[in-house]
């Protein structure tokens, strides 16, 4: 048997003919009546905030969002204005990205290898250790901080963005380890005898099986742990800004929308959409590696 | 920015590279050793970057907060004080009624997400609109904690009888007759803590839905076909091949949602500060350790949660054993 | 050239040369060119590009370049960086508790040196002196003062600019008597996310102060007398009676309005209410803020209520210290407390100075807050502030239960009895 070739290019999830049962018309109508529904419960909350980031703060707290639909109409962009004009917001969305990025590469690589070893290796203690690993989940953030930073602090890291690249990548390994041996482990081993049979050692399997076949689940990982380091503020706040503002991320410049009372927090509605457009971005770029299809029925079970 | 761009792309290009040229490296070097000790060697190899990160980052400082938990408040001049500072945990009345809250958001968080995860990912599998579905019950993730403070105020927000409500969800519940209700600060029946373990639901359930939905399109569809064939009805189809082919990954997906119930507290902290009966362990471990500065009680808390995972590992390893042998 | 013009010449320079070098031991100005100074703050929003504001002058003055960070967590940051030893040069400190922890490890330094002290204590509040003392050094200074517990009104409702309620029963009696469309006496919201409860402590404050007078008031958060003493109790069987019964909305709308929204009721149509109490602050935040002063609100101070404490006035501020001490940040922290930096901080508005010679106050409201807090007869600090913060979260979260009616007065003292026999030990 053939090693699996890299998949093609993957289109709209397009469902195949033979894998859809065609459902009743009544039926049908349900199914959409159930997604429709939990769309509009989803969407209604950030809906709710879209439409009050185009309110002028002195109606906000008079009236509720739904009444900005009838007259008069009070629309106005002076929210988003309010925050792009915030001092250094564009340095601070460059920075976000700086920091942003390798946070995401650097982990996801670096958890694949160990993925692979902890499904498709015997070793002795094998399974606690992975079990620890996962564990690790559950290690308060804040209860690193102090360490960590003292340890940075000795090495001259302070202030530079290596400091969060790493911190993140040691933050979000758990995770990454814990969701690709998942899928890496639910491949057929079938797949990885034969090609085994054909002569390829492991560093072969891994990354002309094991990787080509995972691909949604780095996908999801990548969308997850992008999201989690750009939406991150503490972290960021503790390693850089108590040495350097100059590399603050876009969390921070939005977080110093408000001032120490409170006010101004209806800046935040706009903020909060103007920073959302890049994991969206990047989600749905992401979005069509969750392809039916792509891994050809590999859980066999 | 120039030297800044060059660094980030070196790191991006060059880590993975790096990584790559150690696994081939070090296969190339384990090559001279007989079979027998490279197969000993090798996972470690493997495994040795993530269990670097790992070691530093997380396992270093728990150490030492394991170590901290016995000790007292001060920290210019720390007193061994053995037990004590659990002992305050378990006897203080405020700690305990964090517990009971922490139970409920375990149960209802993880029941919640997970399966309005799964339901979602089953259910928009067969309509066109997939990703637009996809995007709108992912799009809660994508919002920071700040804002999404903002808008449940918004959703939650009371305003007194008779006057405009500004508030979603009282605007809502005053259509039917129903007099405005204070969600956040409201002790009976824990409704504000369901309402904050609401806000949670809606912003994880995305998480769920995307990991579920990844590991469905991985099903082969012919197991589905023949099962069909052989005369299921859909749900039958859904409870005998899929859900079971689904139980490796729904495991991990409770078993993330557990944990990060277990760690909430930012939602807590800002919107109540854990007033109305809604307060959390994760919470006063927070507030101990940097309000408070009182980091001997803060690392006794830390530990508690660390203990509390312990049977939800045992349940993993469990897994995995059953996993293997029917692999 | 006259010759005797000439003779002037040199002395003309020597002149020029004298007023360039200034006149302070502090060294030359432009040794600073091209250094920063790392400051962080809790300021954000309007407040931070006031703060920067405020330092251009000295920026553009000595070449140096001020880095400012700010965030709400300044609690965490301190104490991460404290306790790892990475911290910025000037910082905002959380409270006078953990001015004196940071000093105590060493890490705060003494500021005798680097202000110019006797100009310093002339021209500051000497409460507000003392308070940023540890073992007899300054090592804080107050960059922003509050007044707190002012009565805040609507003239459109009823004017009482001429003559002001003196005590507190004249207040009670002078709310109902000129009620007129309002539904209740007081606006309450004590709702403010993780801080909730603390506009309750002040009420609690305020009456302390004023029925059992300043030294029990420092006693008590001093630890030294039970929460459930009488003296105490007393104050909250007043808030409870006196207050929160005769509150907009009632009980549920106090717990659940945030405080900046709070004082709207004042100005609607139909008015919710006579008096808001509320500190000097308020100003910049919430309804009042496209609102006229003068016009379309006024305050009158707290009144007295025991004659044998009348004057007391409670303020509180925003502490500041340094970590480091390079030239810069030194010249920095030095120039702060000026009266010419906290010019421009207080023509902003919305904040008030600790200097009493810093009088660019841009309307008469603020005018007349800052001669509050200069010229109080008893000035007292925010006791909570003061408190240590396992006490101070406690007070607040005692003040939502009792607010709200999820306990009663002798229940919530019991809570913080408890929780004071906790805090004040280490």
């Known amino acids: 048997m053939t090693i699996l070739a890299v998949p093609e290019a993957p289109s709209a999830a397009e469902p195949e003919p033979a894998a859809r049962r065609p459902v009743r018309p009544r039926r049908k109508l349900v199914l959409h009546l159930a997604v429709v529904a939990l769309m509009i419960i989803w969407v209604t909350p950030t809906l709710g905030l879209l439409v009050s980031s185009f309110r002028p703060q002195s109606v906000l707290s008079k009236s509720g969002w739904w009444t900005a639909f009838a007259p008069p109409y009070h629309f106005t962009l002076e929210n988003y204005q309010g925050v792009l004009e915030q001092s250094g917001i564009g340095q601070a969305f460059i920075n976000s990205l700086f920091i942003a990025i390798p946070a995401t590469v650097i982990p996801l690589f670096v958890a694949a290898f160990a993925a692979y070893a902890f499904s498709w290796m015997e070793f002795w203690g094998r399974d606690v250790l992975f079990v620890v690993v996962v564990g690790l989940l559950v290690v308060p953030l804040q209860t690193t901080l102090i360490p960590v930073l003292k340890a940075f602090a000795d090495w001259g890291l302070t202030g530079q963005f290596l400091a969060v690249w790493l911190a993140h990548t040691g933050y979000g390994l758990p995770f990454a380890v814990y969701l690709l041996r998942n899928f890496m482990g639910s491949l057929p081993r079938s797949v990885f005898e034969s090609a085994s049979l054909d002569g390829a050692n492991h560093v072969v399997s891994f990354f002309r099986i094991a990787v080509p076949m995972s691909v949604p689940a780095f996908a999801a990982l990548a969308i997850f742990q992008f999201l989690f380091v750009w939406n991150d503020l503490l972290v960021a706040l503790i390693y850089i800004g108590l040495s350097n503002s100059d590399n603050l991320p876009m969390t921070a410049a939005m977080a110093n929308l408000v001032n120490s009372l409170g006010g101004g927090w209806y800046l935040l509605g706009a903020a909060a959409f103007l920073s959302m457009i890049l994991p969206l971005a990047v989600f749905f770029g992401l979005q069509r590696y969750f392809v039916r299809g792509i891994v050809g029925g590999a859980v066999k079970g | 920015m120039g030297s800044q ?128 579905a996809k995007s709108i019950i992912f799009l809660p993730l994508a919002i920071s904690m700040v804002a999404a403070g903002v808008i449940w105020k918004f959703m939650y927000d009371y305003k007194p009888p008779g006057v405009a409500q500004t508030g979603t969800l009282n605007a809502a519940i005053g259509t039917v007759g129903l007099g405005p209700i204070g969600w956040l600060q409201s002790p009976a029946f824990r409704v504000s803590t369901f309402a904050l373990i609401a806000i949670m639901v809606w912003m994880w359930t995305g998480f769920a839905m995307i990991i579920i939905s990844a590991a469905l399109k991985g099903i082969d569809p012919e197991l589905l076909e023949a099962a069909r064939v052989d005369g299921a009805n859909e749900w039958q189809v859904f409870r005998k091949v899929t859900f079971p082919l689904l139980g490796p990954t729904l495991a991990v997906v409770s078993t993330t949602m557990i944990i990060t119930s277990l760690k909430t507290f930012d939602i807590v902290y800002t919107l109540t500060n854990g007033n109305y009966d809604t307060d959390v362990i994760a919470n006063l471990m927070i507030k101990q350790m940097f309000t408070f500065g009182d980091f001997g009680r803060a690392s006794a808390v830390a530990v508690v949660l660390l203990l509390a995972i312990v049977p939800i590992m045992a349940f993993n390893i469990r897994q995995f054993r059953a996993q293997e042998s029917v692999r | 050239m006259k010759p005797w013009l000439r003779g002037l010449v040199p002395l003309a320079v020597v002149a020029l040369a004298a007023t360039a070098c200034g006149g302070d031991s502090s060294g030359d100005d432009t040794d600073l060119k091209g250094k920063t100074v790392t400051v962080i703050g809790t300021w954000g929003g309007d407040e931070q590009k006031a703060f920067l504001e405020m330092v251009k002058p000295w920026e553009q003055q000595t070449g140096a370049t001020v880095k400012y960070t700010g965030t709400r967590d300044i609690n965490t940051i301190l104490t991460t960086g404290v306790a790892s030893g990475v911290l910025p040069d000037l910082a905002g400190l959380p409270g006078p508790g953990q001015m004196v922890e940071y000093a105590n490890a060493g890490k705060l330094l003494p500021l005798d040196d680097v202000l110019d002290l006797p100009t310093y204590q002339s021209d500051t509040a000497p409460a507000l002196v003392e308070l940023g003392k540890v073992e007899g050094k300054v090592h804080g200074v107050f960059i922003k003062a509050a007044v707190k517990g002012l009565m805040w009104y609507s003239p459109k409702l009823h004017d009482y600019a001429s003559t002001p309620p003196a005590t507190w029963t004249d207040l009670l009696s002078q709310a109902t008597a000129n009620q007129g469309a309002a539904q209740a006496t007081w606006c309450l919201g004590i709702e403010s996310g993780a801080a909730s409860g603390w506009p309750a402590t002040d009420w609690i404050e305020d009456l302390v102060l004023r029925t059992a007078g300043p ?115 030194k010249s920095l922290m030095k120039y702060l407390v000026t009266a010419d930096a906290q010019n421009i901080w207080v023509k902003i508005g919305g904040a008030l100075s600790a200097n009493k010679k810093a009088t660019g106050y841009p309307d008469d409201i603020s005018k007349r807050s800052a001669e509050i807090l200069a010229n109080a007869k008893v000035f007292a600090f925010d006791a909570s502030d003061l408190m240590p913060s396992a006490m101070n979260d406690a007070f607040w979260r005692g003040m939502v239960a009792l607010t709200n009616g999820s306990k009663s007065v002798d229940q919530t003292l019991a809570d913080l009895d408890a929780a004071q026999k906790d805090a004040y030990t280490s």
């Open chain 3, 215 to 329: 030294d029990a008031y420092a006693q008590w958060y001093q630890g030294k007398i039970k929460w459930s003493d009488p003296a105490i109790k007393n104050a909250f069987q007043m808030y409870a009676n006196d207050v929160v019964a005769k509150t907009y909305g009632g009980a549920r709308t106090a717990v659940s309005t945030n405080f900046e929204a709070a004082g709207d009721p004042l100005f609607a149509a139909k008015p919710g209410c006579v008096f808001l109490h509320q500190a000097s602050f308020i100003t910049g935040l919430g309804g009042f803020k496209d609102k006229k002063a003068g016009t379309d609100y006024n305050f009158f101070p707290f009144p007295d209520i025991n004659p044998q404490y009348a004057g007391a006035v409670e303020g509180a501020g925003d502490l500041f210290g340094m970590f480091h001490d390079t030239p810069a940040a």
């Open chain 2, 5 to 132: 761009l060059i660094t980030a792309v070196m790191v991006v290009v060059g880590v993975p590279a790096v990584l790559i040229a150690y696994i081939w490296g070090t296969e190339r070097l384990i090559s001279l050793a007989p079979e027998q000790w490279r197969r000993r060697v090798r996972p470690w190899l493997w495994i040795g970057p993530a269990l670097g990160f790992l070691g530093f980052f997380l396992v270093y400082p728990t150490i030492r907060t394991i170590i901290r938990s016995l000790y007292g408040k001060s920290e210019l001049k720390p007193k061994f004080v053995g037990l004590d500072n659990f002992r305050w945990f378990f006897t203080n009345a405020d700690a305990r009624g964090a517990l009971l809250d922490n139970v409920l958001w375990l149960v209802f968080l993880t029941l919640f997400t997970v399966g309005i995860g799964l339901l979602v990912a089953v259910l928009v599998d067969r309509v066109r609109y997939e990703a637009w």
